[in-house]
């Protein structure tokens, strides 16, 4: 048996007229990115972008909650680096990217 020409016949194509497309394949796959990118890509950008913004806002007086719970003023920040103040005289650094959230002033 020649392996070669079954090669051939599998290669042809279908014999009943049908035509085979990649374009049903190619839009069922453009379909399933989209709806991923619009369910978990673009939120996930947008609460990124939200932070990466609530980040360059501190100042000192800000009230914040760091990703480990710890509440604190901001006294100080730097590049990468922001003190706050948990307690009268202690004072801690944390890394700015710890920072999870600005506490909004009581009223």
């Given amino acids: 048996m020649d392996h070669g020409f079954q090669g051939l016949l599998a290669m042809a194509p279908p014999a009943d007229g049908q035509s085979t497309s ?28 939200k932070h990466g913004e609530l980040l360059n806002n501190l100042k000192p007086g800000d009230k ?5 719970g710890l509440h604190g003023t901001v006294v100080g920040v730097s590049e990468s680096i922001v003190q706050l103040r948990v307690a009268e005289q202690v004072k801690v650094d944390v890394a700015k990217h710890a920072i999870a959230d600005v506490r909004q002033p009581e009223e």
Avoid: D, E, H, N
């Fill in 22 to 49: 990649i374009m049903p394949q190619l839009i069922l796959f453009g379909l399933i990115f989209a709806i991923f990118y619009f369910v978990l890509i673009a939120p996930a950008r947008r609460k990124q972008k």
């Fill in 64 to 68: 914040v909650i760091t990703s480990g």
